[in-house]
């Protein structure tokens, strides 16, 4: 967090006070204190494993199933002990200021949740074979409460300390509304953890919670699986660069901007990450095309033209098997295609060309414009923006030519720095680029 | 009649045996099947005791047999099926009614289930897996035969933790049976050693055998608080620790397709033959299963195997053929280093990138070519070929016997070709190839010129 401001300090301040007050106010007769001890060893025992385990889409926050069983089986002033416990978490990351933050956050969502469970219509206590369905209702509306509140605290120091930057802040907006069905989720395992504790107890908590803990070691096994993946997909479209380091980087840069047209229109994530992997692999085909034909200077033959023409399809030979969207095979074998039906391999025009493909276009050519070639020095964004544009309708699609446009506006392009030729390898560059728009490739025999 | 690639093609990881089965694997199918319905005849006999409850705990069990689950080295399980299975054998009250059920009645259910449950795979040309049903079966007739007996004389019920004791017990005697069947039947289709495939199994099948147990004493208790209804409900967890280890199934099947794709690089820019990485990983991996290696060094080995031609990938020109055994050690050595080199920038492949960098030191040890800066070594490492450990790890000693032997026989089906270039191997060995390794990849060779002659 750094040094945070008085602001944040106030409203720190006053979530504490609020908790205090609310556990100092409540009866604190009537509480089975070894049943809160269980409960808070449990929330304590879950809230101490790290969470940040993927850095997508997999949320782990099964803290929540310990709070909600405290405020089935002790109501809302245990519930509120329990959350306090967070201030010991046995997790290294978070500073003294942030520990008493979330103790009293927990604590204050917590009790509010069991006010709700409540004024739902719920009853404190174990809970018996009687008290299904009904018990239902009021439960969900305790979760309900416990999770919106807790998000609207923590969105709130989030807004607090992350004032300046406001892109990443709606960034955040966004992924916020996406979190919380996993917890409701944890939510209703707390349900479960009550329903139980009739029968085994404590025990209850340790079976339910079992089953979680391994899904957890699933999800980081499956996260360590997903960066070796990536990495891999990294060394294939590196050992494609090897053969040019005039190129080095192209894939990455590629894809990126693949990312960035395919965010601003609109695509789905699924989609979004699909066009990614398509954005760096897109020109793996190229190991297929002869190293003389990429380095021949001058005019080609047919045949020379007809190897670089078949580049897409190796490609798709390549990673045929790779389990992606079809999509993103189809974009890697069309990314040559023009709107004008005058493009490889298949002479697709407009809108038969798969729209993975003509996003790839776009980003390919706009990343070799603004790069240094072995003939010609990179141009400047702007001169490859009027470039794509003159192109636009006829070897482009306009609308991603204008997505990316406006992402570039926003966003900036990273270009690459002038590469120097490694010493002693004088042969590895190509004398032409088959994805450059402006130099086109030149065969012999037609004009 | 001679060692095609048909053949080899089933020695690999991914190997097809389990579809035909070994004499083992048949015994266990029948037993079982014998057991399902001499308990299905005895129940039908002795009539169903609560219906209501065996036609649920059927379905779910159909339900679990529907939605397995694939784990590492080409396994299967059920784990909402094995978790409701051994529920059912473990229920003690149903609401506040007692259950009665016998033991047979839990099997006959089991099987019943199972069997509805397996429909759906074959009607879309999936294999039915009858050995893991087979060995699930009886991992759940061995906790029937011991709780409902003691379920029925009520002493048991009186403490709940004396129940739970019992139970866990019972559960981890139950997954015990499946792992030990599961290790006996991979020992015997994929002749591996029985204590190398115990251990692969308990490491696949250890934390998702404790989550089912876990799942089973739930349900067992959720069905005593609440009554049927919970069953269903209390299967949640598990549901998110199927939807996990699929996922992670998910990512590994494309990591591994990711690697081939790499292999395949090097065939589409004409540096290899097509077929030579494949053929070389398969061979490799039985090599290394013949001489005992556990699971994951065989993963490590089969993905080293895979990339092990990546380095010529940096060539200027391709080696005729492709076929590194015939260029000079230095060159080989070069190749070896680059292909470490590429393979090291995936961060995760640190240990195949060592076995890829040592498959060209000749198993003797320190190699005979000049020593002096080698591109690609990593920072810290030694790069003066006298200073090496002496000898190179396993797998990079399969990969470089293997790796000879393809390139000298190709995809040729000649089996006289194969014996000489074997002898050729033999003729190296103690200085080049490692005696034990040209030794299985010989027995290996032999046995599938048997099978398929």
Request: aromatic share 6%; net charge positive.
């Amino acid at each position: 967090m750094g040094r945070l401001s008085r602001a944040t300090w106030l409203y720190i301040g006053t979530v504490v006070a609020a908790a205090a007050f609310v556990i100092a106010r409540s009866p604190h007769q009537g509480i089975p204190w070894s049943r809160l001890a269980v409960l808070a060893v449990l929330f304590l025992a879950c809230e101490s494993v790290p969470t940040a385990i993927t850095p997508r889409r997999v949320a782990w926050s099964p803290g929540y199933a310990a709070t909600l069983a405290s405020v089935v089986l002790l109501g809302p002033f245990g519930a509120a002990l329990t959350g306090v416990v967070s201030v010991f978490s046995l997790r290294r990351g978070p500073t003294p200021a942030q520990r008493i933050f979330n103790g009293a956050m927990y604590a204050l969502t917590a009790y509010g949740a069991g006010r709700v469970f409540l004024a739902l219509g719920g009853t404190v206590g174990v809970p018996t074979g009687a008290s299904f369905p009904k018990i239902i209702g009021p439960f969900a509306g305790a979760a309900a409460a416990h999770i919106v509140a807790n998000y609207g605290l923590v969105a709130g120091v989030l807004w607090l300390t992350s004032g300046t930057d406001r892109s990443q802040a709606r960034g955040r907006g966004v992924v916020d509304l996406r979190l919380p069905l996993p917890d409701f989720g944890f939510a209703v395992f707390g349900l479960l953890i009550a329903a139980l504790w009739s029968v085994v107890g404590p025990f209850a908590a340790i079976l339910v919670l079992i089953p979680l803990y391994v899904a957890r070691w699933a999800i980081a096994q499956f996260a360590n699986q997903q960066r070796a993946y990536e990495a891999t997909l990294r060394v294939l479209c590196q050992a494609v660069e090897t053969k040019d380091f005039y190129t080095r980087g192209h894939s990455e840069r590629v894809s990126r901007g693949s990312v960035m047209i395919a965010r601003a229109i609109g695509m789905r994530p699924e989609r979004v990450e699909a066009i990614r992997f398509a954005g760096m692999l897109h020109d793996v085909g190229k190991l297929g095309v002869p190293t003389k034909v990429l380095q021949k200077t001058g005019n080609l033959t047919e045949e020379e033209y007809a190897a670089i023409q078949l580049h897409p399809l190796c490609g798709l030979e390549v990673i045929r098997e790779i389990g992606f969207l079809d999509e993103a095979l189809a974009g890697i074998m069309h990314h040559h295609e023009r709107i004008d039906g005058r493009g490889y391999p298949m002479g697709l025009a407009g809108d038969e060309i798969p729209e993975f493909a003509r996003v790839l276009a776009v980003a390919d050519a706009f990343d070799c414009m603004t790069s240094t070639r072995s003939y010609r020095g990179a141009r400047s964004l702007g001169e490859a923006i009027t470039e794509l544009r003159r192109c636009a309708g006829s070897q482009f699609d306009p609308v991603f030519v204008g997505a990316l446009i406006a992402a570039v506006e926003r966003e900036g392009w990273q270009t690459p720095d002038v590469p120097v030729p490694p010493p002693g390898e004088p042969a590895t560059a190509a004398a032409h680029d088959h994805d450059d728009p402006v130099v086109p490739l030149r065969v012999m025999g037609r004009r | 009649m001679s060692v095609s690639r048909d053949r080899l093609a089933t020695t690999g990881l991914q190997t097809r045996s389990h579809r035909a089965g070994g004499h083992g694997q048949r015994l266990l199918v029948a037993a079982s099947g014998l057991l399902a319905v001499g308990c299905i005849a005895q129940s039908v006999a002795t009539g169903v005791v609560a219906a209501r409850s065996a036609i649920a705990f059927a379905a779910l069990i159909a339900l679990g047999e529907l939605l397995r689950l694939n784990l590492p080295g080409d396994r299967e399980a059920a784990p909402i099926g094995t978790a409701c299975a051994l529920a059912y054998a473990l229920l003690i009250r149903v609401g506040s009614s007692p259950a009665r059920h016998s033991a047979f009645q839990v099997v006959a259910v089991t099987a019943v289930g199972m069997a509805l449950g397996v429909l759906p795979h074959l009607a879309v040309g999936r294999p039915a897996r009858t050995a893991g049903m087979a060995s699930r079966l009886l991992a759940v007739a061995c906790t029937a035969f011991v709780f409902r007996p003691l379920a029925g004389t009520g002493n048991i019920v009186r403490h709940w933790w004396a129940a739970l004791a019992v139970m866990t017990v019972l559960v981890t005697v139950a997954w015990l049976v499946d792992v030990v069947i599961a290790a006996c039947t991979r020992a015997d289709t994929l002749r591996g050693r029985l204590w190398v495939t115990f251990t692969d199994e308990l490491r696949v099948q250890g934390l998702l055998g404790v989550a089912v147990g876990a799942s089973a004493l739930l349900i067992a208790f959720a069905a005593e608080a609440m009554g049927l209804v919970a069953v269903a409900v209390f299967l949640a967890p598990l549901l998110v620790t199927q939807v996990a280890f699929r996922r992670y199934a998910g990512i590994r099947a494309t990591y591994l397709q990711t690697v081939r794709a790499l292999a395949r690089v090097t065939e589409i820019g004409g540096y290899v033959e097509t077929g030579h990485a494949d053929r070389v990983s398969r061979l490799a991996v039985a090599v290394g299963r013949e001489l005992g290696m556990a699971e994951p060094e065989l993963l490590e080995l089969q993905y080293a195997a895979l990339v092990h031609d990546i380095g010529q990938l940096s060539l200027q020109d391709p080696i005729p053929g492709g076929a590194t055994v015939l260029v000079s050690p230095e060159d080989q050595r070069r190749i070896a280093e680059l292909g470490a080199e590429v393979i090291q920038q995936a961060t995760m492949l640190d240990s195949v990138a060592e076995i890829v960098r040592r498959q060209s030191d000749p198993c003797g040890g320190t190699s005979r070519c000049p020593s002096g800066p080698l591109p690609g070594t990593a920072p810290g490492e030694d790069t003066d070929a006298g200073e090496r450990p002496a000898r190179p790890p396993l797998s990079s000693r399969i990969i470089r016997a293997v790796n000879a032997f393809d390139d000298l026989v190709g995809s040729s089906a000649d089996p006289a070709r194969a014996a000489a270039v074997l002898d050729r191997l033999r003729l190296d060995t103690s200085a080049e190839y490692d005696p034990a390794v040209v030794a299985a990849l010989g027995r290996i060779i032999t046995r599938l010129s048997v099978v398929s002659g």
